[in-house]
């Protein structure tokens, strides 16, 4: 066997001490720490109010909590099935038939995750070969870049355009090749907040129709649009959906983020490829959070109707007590993040700027420009905060920002 490339310089740990042992070629050498576990630790460092890391400060359903709990001190505790326990992979197929008309099967179409996390590197690794391109769309979930690098693939990045953060069509058709193999859409999207148009569908479905071009439809916050939009879930056009993976994650849904399960929904095809690898990346998902997620599915099918309210509420409160500050507040019509536009206030870099409001002003966001393949590509000055927490912690956090 031959030994991995080994780089000739060494190594030196954060505080500059030489490590010993052979130091490997990174597959990834411009990736550091997520900007989202940077801006949590030093918000928790310096006792910030966090309003950057996308998570509620409140939990989840007590029912969900207690059914988790009895699976899990009534010996549910050995490995669930490689593809998820069945009740919940049915729970599944009965809710993406009854939100999006998708009639799929659920041994064959449907695979539980760990996290959409696990599911976005999964559908990923099945179709992108080495040399093949990518699309995503800037500023772009962190994710999606460093995966298509790790399997050889090449990430072409297109900038959302305008305030409103859309695709501009135009420049998705001048940027397909005979190397592209597929498109990757996040709607609702993390982090503008922005939410697909049927014209969007339209436009992809032209795009797309004469090719072997995959997708890819990470719909974690499908359950969060807001002003009475409708969330256009892949699943709902069967022509997109034969060449799709659907991503979503029940640490959105139900406020458990920590608990990273979620599950991809593709067509059989697709599903053989991608359990390939899921079977070898963390085989299978802890087994009391499927069932207990399942039990709840089931005795609380239209829990998640409650979000849009729920959740549109938070941003108008956050906005309305925002109102009389230098912010100028952009559109969220999905998620529950809300991006700032502060160049009223500043002029300085957002990632700074967001590093010296968590330790100067006790406020931790998230900066947008990280996003972008060029963060100098990122036109706006604009930091993103997260609204799922207790009205109390809005509260706290506006009151500082408006003294801004
Ligand atoms: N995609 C997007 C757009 C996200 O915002 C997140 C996380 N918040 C994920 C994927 C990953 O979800 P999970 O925590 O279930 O892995
Ligand atoms: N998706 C979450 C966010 O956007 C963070 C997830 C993570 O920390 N990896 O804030």
Not at 126 to 146: C, L
Not at 219 to 234: G, K, P
Not at 323 to 352: C, M, N, R, W
Not at 390 to 398: E, M, V
Request: include cysteine; hydrophobic fraction near 35%; aromatic fraction near 10%.
């Amino acid at each position: 066997m031959s030994s991995p490339p080994v780089d000739v310089t060494t190594a030196f740990n954060s505080v500059g001490t030489p490590l010993k042992g052979p130091v490997p070629v990174s597959k990834l050498p411009n990736v550091g720490t997520t900007i989202f576990t940077t801006m949590s630790v030093l918000a928790e460092e310096h006792g910030a109010i966090n309003l950057s890391q996308g998570f509620p400060d409140f939990d989840g359903p007590p029912e969900l909590l207690a059914q988790v709990n009895y699976y899990l001190t009534n010996g549910f505790n050995q490995y669930p099935p490689m593809m998820g326990v069945a009740p919940l992979r049915q729970a599944i197929a009965q809710k993406v038939d009854h939100l999006y008309g998708l009639k799929c099967d659920p041994d064959k179409e449907i695979t539980v995750t760990a996290g959409a996390t696990e599911g976005l590197f999964c559908a990923i690794a099945s179709v992108v070969h080495s040399g093949d391109e990518v699309i995503i769309f800037d500023p772009a979930y962190d994710s999606y870049d460093p995966v298509i690098r790790l399997q050889g693939g090449v990430p072409v990045h297109i900038p959302l355009t305008g305030s409103s953060f859309s695709v501009d069509w135009q420049c998705v058709r001048e940027a397909i090749t005979e190397r592209t193999r597929l498109i990757i859409i996040n709607t609702p999207h993390n982090p503008t907040g922005s939410v697909w148009e049927e014209d969007d569908i339209q436009q992809l479905r032209e795009l797309v129709s004469d090719t072997n071009i995959y997708l890819i439809g990470d719909e974690v916050y499908e359950h969060m649009v807001f002003d009475q939009r409708v969330h256009r879930s892949l699943c709902r056009y069967e022509d997109l959906y034969t060449r799709s993976f659907v991503i979503s994650s029940f640490g959105k849904t139900y406020h458990v983020t920590g608990w990273k399960v979620g599950y991809c929904v593709a067509p059989e095809q697709l599903t053989l490829e991608f359990r390939r690898i899921h079977q070898y990346v963390t085989f299978t998902v802890n087994t009391p959070v499927q069932y207990g997620l399942a039990d709840f599915l089931q005795a609380q099918p239209e829990h998640h109707l409650q979000l849009p309210d729920f959740y549109e509420a938070k941003r108008d409160l956050f906005c309305s007590l925002l109102a009389s500050s230098k912010f100028k507040i952009k559109p969220s019509s999905g998620t529950y993040f809300q991006l700032l536009d502060y160049s009223e206030v500043t002029d300085e870099l957002d990632h700074v700027l967001a590093e010296r409001w968590t330790k100067e002003l006790g406020v931790a966001s998230i900066p947008i420009s990280v996003f972008y393949q060029d963060p100098e590509n990122c036109k706006h000055k604009a930091l993103r905060f997260c609204f799922a927490k207790d009205d109390t912690t809005l509260r706290q956090a506006a009151e500082i920002l408006c003294k801004l």
